[in-house]
């Protein structure tokens, strides 16, 4: 038996989710403010027919700026086989863009947010949200253990955690609960996407040393270390930025899911889960779960936004936590989510950068349930 939840999903900062694929110059041209992702057999084609001869000189004997250029110059929107979508793009990203396409040390290439492999078209995957659920339900239940074994193998300490531990003491895939709890993919309309500069800031290294005789730093007592240790985390003006497709943060919701969770995920370790998080096929206990664990790791971050010009940002989130209502969760993924949200990896891997949009953490999202 399965227990399904619909809910949909509202990005309250920008959200990437990628696969570290990059749209080249020359799979889209941005004109009148817009970016268009073409359809390059139909373009070349099209482009064939008004001269071929240039075409070929073109394609065989230039740069792919001096490519791109090319086809920019010869890209009329009105013809609409030529292009497969287009959205909006704010007017210095087309300036960028266009600077760019002179330069053969800029190759204008896009970070793109992941795409069905059908459509063409943008979704939000369902492994990246059961990700994150995930992380939030292991971090419960490593705060709860008190026999968290000390090793630098995550894997090593969830199959502790989930008591799937095989043979030679390693983590028994095949036997992981996780397996009953699926979340279908999102799509997106072309609409809410956009692209952003993310800046990379380096933050201080000043930060906590693990100790291998103590246990590991929880989340809790890690946040009230950078509370008593502000000026060791600020950041400093080292950064790198780069271009890439995002979600943009909007007050109604984009897309619609479903989380399936068969009885066979709380069975497979119901004394595991009762013991630590909880009755997990209870939707409002599972709600909570994630609120908690999200707004522990957005004040773990405060020390790092307590700056004026980056604490905007950072208190709309608080202030959205606020504001939720029974049936809503808010919860971190994709690009700037980290790999450092579980909790008992604070004292070995603690975030020294922050990828920032618009002086703001990336990757914030509201879940709303049909209770």
């Avoid at 603690?350 to 914030?364: S, V």
Wanted: glycine residues 4%; contains cysteine.
């Amino acid at each position: 038996m399965n227990n399904n939840y619909h809910f949909t999903i509202t990005p309250l900062t920008y959200l990437h989710v990628g696969s570290g694929d990059v749209i080249e110059p020359i799979k889209y041209i941005i004109k009148d403010n817009k970016l268009y992702y073409l359809n390059q057999s139909n373009y070349i084609k099209h482009l064939v027919s008004l001269d071929k001869k240039r075409v070929y000189e073109v394609l065989d004997g230039s740069r792919l700026n001096e490519i791109a250029k090319y086809f920019y110059l010869k890209f009329d929107p009105k013809i609409s086989d030529n292009w497969i979508y287009n959205y909006p793009v704010e007017p210095s990203v087309q300036q960028e863009y266009l600077k760019n396409l002179d330069s053969q040390n800029n190759l204008n290439e896009i970070y793109q947010f992941i795409r069905s492999s059908m459509t063409e078209y943008p979704i939000i995957p369902g492994s990246s949200l059961k990700g994150s659920i995930r992380t939030a339900i292991l971090s419960k239940m490593a705060q709860s253990s008190r026999h968290l074994p000390n090793s630098n193998n995550k894997r090593q300490v969830e199959g502790e955690l989930l008591k799937v531990r095989g043979d030679r003491d390693r983590y028994d895939i095949p036997n992981d609960p996780f397996k009953y709890f699926k979340v279908s993919d999102i799509n997106i309309a072309v609409d809410n996407l956009a692209v952003k500069k993310l800046i990379n800031i380096k933050g201080s290294s000043s930060l906590p040393k693990p100790d291998p005789q103590k246990p590991p730093m929880s989340l809790e007592e890690f946040t009230r270390w950078q509370q008593m240790n502000k000026n060791k985390v600020q950041q400093t003006s080292e950064q790198i930025d780069f271009n890439l497709e995002v979600v943009a943060p909007t007050n109604s919701s984009i897309g619609k899911g479903r989380i399936d969770i068969h009885d066979s995920f709380y069975r497979a370790n119901q004394t595991v889960f009762e013991q630590s998080a909880g009755d997990l096929n209870n939707l409002r206990r599972l709600i909570k779960l994630l609120n908690e664990h999200y707004k522990n790791l957005l004040t773990s971050d405060s020390a790092f936004f307590n700056k004026p010009e980056l604490s905007l940002g950072y208190k709309k989130i608080v202030a959205d936590f606020t504001n939720l209502k029974d049936n809503e969760c808010i919860i971190r993924m994709g690009k700037g989510a980290g790999q450092h949200s579980l909790m008992f990896e604070y004292s070995r891997q603690l975030p020294t950068t922050r990828n920032l949009i618009d002086k703001t953490a990336m990757g914030w999202c509201k879940l709303s349930f049909t209770l």
